[in-house]
């Protein structure tokens, strides 16, 4: 089956995410408005008054409020969506944390701003990475299109019967969320139609009134340890989940962007590259020069941060010579980028191949096309066996 | 021996509804909250949802893993988090048309102090449900830490009295009258000595959480906390009562109005002498305490004189 009808229309990231939102008809919606984010409160707002968006509004006083808003709304049954940024994800920590815990299918929107320290209103994924560990699915986009896409197989991921997770889909603040693109928006009915599936799944259990339920009980001992044990269960399946999820979506509106991770001309590639974000598209210009002077170089885009893609990573650079990671972040104690350390858990599956941390593109520094070449020359003469800095932050050597 | 019928008292004419928890609650002895929980299940009925935070209440209305002492759907969220979860709830309720009472629990740490910017913000927006505040005075669960509605001169275990600590040095915050500035459907005040009032009260909060936003703040004296004998947290609501120190009133739409007079007030020192964490105040101290419940007391029937002669309309 395939989708009818679309749409195409210049807009902004932010638009685009709340344009993936509003096709996936959420029961609630509750944001507060932070740089970079807030054209998502505006344009769902506008949705919501021009009578496109038949959702309850909540004008909330705090991102706080915000998160345990949507949260216990999908607890009772509801379908909801959030968006935040930077300081405002950090003020919902508690109920992010939360709403994870409580398995809470949300699906939030996190346009990715420098944080913590100095007050910089910049790019750079430091937000996302300080929720790494809260036990959401994390997930990384690239262009305008890609996240409205994400947006809708977002919401097929979280409320899953087998995930029942929230989601959150980060993408470059101003990079994006400011940048407008032709983004195809697709019918309503055929967003509803890719989400039909959903309805053919067993009811989620759900805090319904008359109904002895009780969700947040004081979990201890071996009770706790046997929902924290579901809850890791659930976020392996979500791997291979997103994979089918976005099979599906190739298959029926014509776009798919590899689920976990998408691969690009890696098969036959002897080094790689690893990036995430809008940077990707930057690095694929440079892979295709690179190879155009016979280099084999390839490009991974880390879709997928958590759970963390650890098997198809592997597939995808056993046998690889030498790879480096570009991170838009830090990973404070071990002072590399945090995708990078992450790789390099995985050493003992890929095999002890040089690895390298590329740290760029913070507060709103561009990561240029000669910081990547400078980047795919260190992997490569690291792959030719040269010694080389497993650290290094491009714009401050240049 | 056959004994003729008597009449019950007039509270149970109003519990049309079977008790929603067990016998035996984990409170501790004489606690009010015991009696205040089984209350508003008589009085709501089943089709309640309850939201509440760690707190007092906790151990109670959470269990532990899968069991519990009630059959009432809870919620439990944090301590930032009850009103605005509490929203979450009723907004999704409200959109598939189901009707229900959604009625958040929680002590004044929760509601005064930590969680106090959502639950001033669902009042703002005239969120439609109830909020009950049960104010024992300070973080008790925790053991007995200050919070902002302690008042003036009590002694807590992070404002002991020693040689240089004199117990708390600022007054309570009035939580009650501030949700009412912000002009919400329906704001009581209530205390167990008086549990008819209470039970009308919980009665018009239902009505009234059609139309918006209700708060209801309920004393509740601690008697592991205050220093009271487990029997007699109840007179110690009584004494409240007539000394004026918590009044009994309401406000409909922005409408004051004393639910019970009092007609000569007794000094705050009967209050006071009941309690333990007054003990050390100075005949100084305790005039400033009577004076801060005159000039309370004042304000709130200045508000009430004001109701009568023009309503100011509610959002």
């Not at chain 2, 009234?208 to 004998?229: L, M, Q, S």
């Amino acid at each position: 089956m395939k989708a009818r009808k679309s749409e195409i229309k210049v807009i902004t990231g932010n638009a685009a995410a709340a344009y993936g939102a509003m096709l996936c008809r959420p029961d609630v919606v509750a944001s507060y408005p932070i740089t970079p984010q807030t054209e998502v409160v505006e344009q769902l707002s506008r949705f919501h008054a021009d009578g496109i968006l038949d959702a309850e509004m909540v004008e909330v006083e705090g991102e706080n409020s915000a998160m345990n808003i949507v949260a216990a709304a999908t607890i009772a049954g509801g379908r909801a969506f959030t968006a935040t940024s930077s300081w405002g994800l950090a003020f919902m920590y508690d109920a992010v944390l939360q709403a994870a815990g409580f398995r809470a299918p949300v699906v939030m929107a996190n346009v990715n701003r420098e944080m913590p320290g100095i007050l910089a209103v910049s790019s750079g994924q430091q937000d996302m990475i300080s929720t790494r560990d809260s036990g959401w699915i994390q997930m990384v986009v690239e262009n305008c299109q890609e996240i409205l896409d994400s947006i809708i197989m977002a919401f097929r991921l979280a409320e899953d019967i087998e995930i029942q997770l929230p989601v959150m889909v980060n993408y470059d603040g101003f990079y994006l969320s400011f940048l407008a693109e032709a983004v195809e928006i697709p019918a309503r009915e055929d967003v509803d139609q890719f989400l039909a599936p959903l309805k053919l799944q067993p009811e989620r259990s759900k805090l319904d009134p008359g109904r002895p339920l009780g969700c947040g009980t004081h979990g201890i001992l071996i009770g706790f340890m046997e929902l924290r044990y579901k809850h890791c269960a659930a976020l392996e399946r979500a791997k291979q989940k997103l994979d089918e999820i976005d099979r599906e979506f190739g298959e029926f509106f014509g776009r798919s962007y590899g689920g976990q991770i998408e691969e690009y001309r890696t098969e036959d590639a002897e080094i790689v590259v690893l990036t995430s974000g809008s940077a990707t598209g930057t690095a694929r210009t440079v892979i295709d020069a690179k190879r155009a002077e016979g280099l084999k170089v390839g490009l991974i885009k880390l879709r997928m941060f958590r759970p963390f893609p650890r098997e198809r990573l592997t597939r995808a650079l056993k046998g690889k010579k030498a790879v480096g990671v570009l991170d838009r972040s830090v990973c404070f104690g071990w002072n590399c980028g945090p995708m990078y350390m992450e790789l390099r858990a995985l050493a003992p599956d890929i095999g002890f191949i040089p690895m390298m941390s590329f740290i760029d593109g913070m507060a709103n520094m561009d990561i240029t096309i000669p910081h990547i070449e400078r980047a795919i020359d260190d992997i490569y003469a690291a792959s030719q066996g040269k010694p080389y800095q497993e650290v290094t932050w491009i714009p401050l050597e240049e | 021996m056959v004994q003729k019928a008597k009449k019950l008292p007039r509270v149970f004419d109003y519990f049309h509804n079977e008790d929603q928890f067990a016998g035996g609650l984990a409170f501790c002895a004489g606690c009010p909250l015991e009696l205040t929980l089984r209350i508003l299940s008589k009085v709501l009925g089943r089709e309640t949802v309850i939201v509440g935070t760690p707190s007092c209440s906790a151990p109670v209305l959470y269990g532990q893993n899968i069991g519990t002492w009630h059959r009432l759907p809870y919620y439990s969220c944090l301590m930032t988090g009850v009103a605005s979860s509490a929203t979450g709830l009723v907004r999704y309720y409200r959109k598939i048309g189901k009707d229900v009472n959604v009625v958040c629990f929680t002590g004044d740490g929760c509601a005064a102090d930590v969680g106090f910017q959502p639950l001033s913000g669902a009042a703002e927006r005239n969120e439609p449900f109830i909020y009950i505040c049960y104010d024992n005075e300070g973080y008790m669960n925790t053991g007995i830490q200050r919070s902002s509605t302690t008042p003036f001169g009590a002694a807590t275990t992070t404002t002991p009295v020693g040689v240089a600590g004199r117990g708390k040095g600022t007054s309570a915050k009035n939580l009650p009258l501030i949700i009412a500035m912000h002009r919400v459907s329906y704001v009581a005040t209530a205390t167990l000595s008086h549990t008819e009032d209470f039970i009308k009260k919980l009665l018009k909060a239902e009505e009234k959480r059609k139309e918006g936003f209700v708060y209801i703040h309920v004393f509740i004296p601690c008697a592991v906390g205050w220093g009271i004998e487990s029997d007699s947290t109840i007179q110690v609501s009584r004494m409240a009562v007539r000394t004026n120190y918590f009044p009994l009133w309401e406000a409909e739409n922005g409408k004051f109005r004393l639910t019970h007079t009092v007609a000569t007030p007794r000094p705050i020192t009967e209050y006071t002498k009941l309690i333990r964490k007054f003990r050390h105040l100075t005949e100084e101290e305790l005039a400033r305490l009577q004076e801060e419940v005159n000039s309370n007391f004042a304000f709130l029937r200045h508000l009430t004189e004001f109701g009568t002669s023009g309503t100011p309309k509610t959002g």
